[in-house]
């Protein structure tokens, strides 16, 4: 098997193309870098997969690529690529949306056409579908939103109050790294029981970050990670993903509302009468 995923820069695609190689698939991987994530983020879901046989990337447009050569020997064409958002895609951004959306989907397609391919998988992502997110005990993020909209709100405040807010005294406080990796497990421990966790997070002392987020769900990533899944009412279109790393114990972003910061502390709210 040979595929050709775009979008292999994303965290779904990077996602899915150490799937496929994992399965002991071929795979050719594009992505135009598009700004709506930091580009770090995604060099960053592309470190592993880049060291690995078997896999070769192109950063590259669609409507730009050198199609032909790309899907060369190609069974398999994983088209993930796309503006993501919903906010922006009308108005002045509206032709950065057709081009990169509707334009080079057709583009793939015709590239696509006379080749004997076993399977062309067309996948979309929560900016289209975003109140089917899976989060345990709610059907949808809308009823996740609604459940949780006061807690939240309370968390999040404005920019000043979120400065301000009392519960920052534990911002300035020099915590130890073994308290960040109290905080891992105890998330871990609510959301095995099916309890979501509200976090502040923050990267004091510099303000990039100071905002609260939910952790609804984790995946853990071998002995060394765990990555928890948040609904971040900054970004609530598609989830955001916070990575706890063991060794460090330390939280580091990996998809957060176009966050680009090297690590962040977090912390319970609304779990005892201090936080």
């Not at 979309?124 to 006061?150: C, K, M, N, Q």
């Not at 905002?211 to 984790?218: I, K, P």
């Amino acid at each position: 098997m040979k595929a050709l995923v775009t979008g292999a820069a994303g965290f779904i695609g990077s996602h899915l193309t150490a799937a496929l190689l994992d399965k002991g698939a071929t795979v050719v991987g594009i992505d135009c870098f598009t700004d709506y994530y930091a580009r770090a983020i995604k060099e960053r879901n592309l470190e592993e997969n880049r060291l690995r046989e078997g896999f070769r990337f192109a950063e590259t447009e669609i409507a730009s690529a050198d199609l032909p050569a790309l899907l060369d020997g190609v069974t398999h064409v994983f088209h993930l690529a796309a503006q993501a958002g919903v906010r922006k895609s009308w108005g002045k951004d509206f032709r950065v949306y057709t081009a990169n959306n509707v334009d080079a989907t057709q583009v793939l397609l015709e590239a696509c056409v006379g080749r004997d391919l076993t399977r062309f998988v067309h996948a979309s992502s929560s900016s289209v579908y975003g109140d089917r997110v899976a989060i345990p005990g709610f059907a949808s993020l809308r009823e996740l939103t609604a459940a949780e909209t006061d807690a939240v709100k309370a968390g999040l405040g404005g920019r000043v109050w979120s400065l301000v807010h009392w519960t920052n005294w534990r911002l300035v406080y020099p915590h130890p790294r073994a308290q960040q990796e109290r905080i891992a497990a105890e998330t871990v421990a609510e959301l095995q029981a099916g309890r979501p966790v509200q976090w502040l997070i923050s990267d004091f002392p510099r303000i990039a970050l100071n905002h609260s987020v939910l952790a609804y769900d984790y995946e853990p990533r071998g002995a060394g990670a765990v990555d928890f899944i948040v609904f971040d009412p900054n970004d609530p279109e598609a989830p955001g993903t916070i990575r706890f790393d063991r060794r460090a114990r330390r939280f580091r972003p990996q998809q957060l509302c176009g966050v680009d910061v090297p690590h962040l502390r977090a912390f319970r709210m609304y779990y005892s009468r201090l936080i």
